[in-house]
């Protein structure tokens, strides 16, 4: 079966802290794919990054950066020197390689306070 | 280019009646699937549809169908409407079905059940 779990329920920090997002996720494919999702409160789910089973390079693009270890089956998310737009739920979401559809965490509620 | 669209945004219904939910994928794109995501949960897999054939289905009841048209638009179906109906309903879009392309989803239609 297929999995992902995201721990933090909700985070809130204060703006210009670094926050990281934990993603665990468990599956039995050799080939998938991970992804993270931002849904601020107006409800749209933004695509923010994808990830290849089978590339474990980390990625920053610009204030956000992602950490992919398969040894542990993690997909990690770190916001550094958050702002007050950065306030959403942020979904991580897995999908097998011969699957079309996507397996979402519960996500995890980030509350940047100015 | 226009993003995914979906109609209406907000819907109210009673128990019992019947919904169509409609979606107009990102132009070019051939596989459009549905979710449900219920108050504080990741969204959850209804269907999927490429090249106007159902090509997945998730846990959900007969309740539930969809169909997709020659332009790739698709409309979902919700007969006999419980109030555990009640959550918001995402369309997604990705031009091929299997890999690493993201969906992209669009703003969702608000359904109530009262």
């Known amino acids: 079966a297929q999995k992902v779990t995201q721990a933090q329920t909700e985070i809130s920090v204060v703006e210009k802290e670094d926050v990281t997002l934990d993603c665990v996720y468990e599956?039995?494919?050799?080939?998938?794919?991970l992804f993270w999702y931002k849904q601020p409160p107006s409800g749209e789910l933004v695509f923010l990054i994808r990830?290849?089973?089978?590339?474990?390079q980390n990625e920053i693009s610009g204030r956000y950066s992602w950490n992919f270890q398969k040894s542990t089956s993690s997909f990690n998310f770190t916001i550094t020197a958050s702002q007050v737009v950065d306030s959403a739920v942020y979904f991580c979401?897995?999908?097998?390689?011969?699957?079309?559809?996507?397996?979402f965490g519960k996500g995890t509620k980030l509350s940047v306070k100015p | 280019d226009a993003g995914v669209t979906q109609s209406p945004t907000h819907l109210i219904k009673t128990r019992g009646q019947q919904v169509t939910l409609r979606c107009s994928p990102i132009?070019?794109?051939?596989?459009v699937s549905w979710y449900q995501q219920v108050l504080g949960q990741g969204p959850q897999f209804i269907f999927q549809?490429?090249?106007?054939?159902?090509?997945g289905r998730g846990n959900f009841p007969d309740r539930f169908s969809a169909r997709q048209f020659p332009n790739y638009s698709s409309e979902l179906n919700v007969n006999a409407l419980l109030l555990g109906d009640s959550a918001l309903y995402l369309c997604?879009?990705?031009?091929?079905?299997?890999?690493?392309?993201?969906?992209?989803f669009g703003d969702g239609t608000r359904l109530s059940i009262l």
């Open positions: 997604a879009s990705s031009s091929r079905e299997f890999g690493n392309q993201p969906q992209h």
């Open positions: 549809y490429y090249e106007k054939e159902e090509r």
């Open positions: 990830r290849n089973s089978f590339d474990e």
């Open positions: 599956t039995r494919d050799t080939t998938y794919y």
């Open positions: 132009s070019g794109h051939k596989s």
């Open positions: 979401a897995l999908k097998g390689g011969s699957q079309g559809n996507l397996i």
